[in-house]
């Protein structure tokens, strides 16, 4: 086309437009699995209260929402409804990790604890937390929306770009096993995969 | 009933050879052979008044120093009434790793031996559903036993990815 339409002022307002809608009403997907649940579920009580930023109602259904917000531990039994429920949203859809399981095993790292949600499917922001004060978790939502304000486009153009798996490069690549065994409280090399004994 | 009561009706049921007893401060033990444990807990429930099953463990002793046996099979039962409890245990060795199933006598034992199948991989016969039930169908392994690594052999991360572009 000669035309490069991507720049054009009616296509960036519509963008703007779209953007401003999408990111002020945020309807969460609350896939609450442990004790972060607990918290999701204070952040949209009344008195830290989600739906002052457009989370207005958390639906549970996944056809009618936008927002993912994965909280607590997967295990390896539920990672494939979590993904079948990721891909029964329809798009525009964001995902939210809440708290330190859900973003990378936090202290389960065991042999039924998924170490992180966003090795099988993509997160768009991070909680830290054990679990995340609801403040955080609001602060998120804050995050994201400032996220779909800079970078979010009518017909969803920001998505098709993300082909890689965003997942972190697998425990055995990143350390080399050892011989000795490491006490627990050593946490840089407390990731490290023993095969004798343990 | 009392212990001493409990130890001299099981020895004239089963002879003083057919089970042990030990003793810990309030901790009582019968430790009975694998060919009669079915037989001791039917008694103890119906003749020795201990009519709640707690619990159904297992422990695998494969490191343990001085250890005879790998599998030892641990029963939990109360007497509601008295407010006494008492463990029953069995060893057990592979290649026969199978014991007779409680489900006929508590129904509460329906889940705890599929418990301890799914972890140890002890086989309960006469179980009307035994399956896994903490993890999932197709796992292979059986997590608590001592030989199985603690981050498991791959299996927590075999599935497959959904990027943001298809999914």
Known sequence: MAVDLSDSVILTQLDRLANWVRKNSLWPMPFGTACCGIELMATGASRHDIARFGAEVMRFSPRQCDLMIVAGRVVMKMLPILQRIWLQMPEPKWCISMGACASSGGVFDTYAVVQGVDRFMPVDVYIPGCPPRPEQVIQSVIDLQEKIRKTGTLIGKEFRERKASEAPLPLALELAPTETVISPGDFATGTRLRDEGQ | ?167
């Not at chain 2, 020895?11 to 309030?26: C, I, L, M, V």
């Not at chain 2, 429930?45 to 001085?66: H, K, M, Q, W």
């Not at chain 2, 069995?90 to 705890?112: F, H, I, K």
């Not at chain 2, 991989?121 to 169908?137: A, K, N, Q, S, Y």
């Open chain 2, 1 to 167: 009933m009392k212990h001493e009561d409990i130890v001299a009706h099981l020895k004239s049921r089963f002879g003083a050879d057919g089970f042990a007893t030990s003793e810990f401060r309030d901790n009582r033990r019968i430790i009975a052979q694998p060919s009669n444990l079915f037989a001791v807990l039917a008694s103890l429930r119906g003749e020795c008044g201990f009519d709640s099953l707690i619990d159904i463990t297992a422990v695998d002793y494969l490191y343990y120093p001085n250890a005879k046996d790998r599998f030892g099979v641990v029963y939990a039962l109360l007497d509601s009434v008295s407010g006494e409890r008492i463990y029953v245990k069995t060893y057990l060795n592979e290649p026969e790793l199978a014991v007779r199933s409680a489900c006929s006598l508590w129904q509460g034992a329906d889940w705890m031996e599929r418990e301890v199948y799914d972890m140890y991989g002890i086989v309960f016969e006469g179980h009307p559903d035994l399956r896994r039930i903490l993890m999932p169908e197709e796992f292979t392994a059986f997590p608590l036993r001592k030989d199985y690594p603690l981050r498991g052999r791959g299996e927590r991360h075999n599935f497959p990815v959904l990027t943001r572009a298809e999914g």
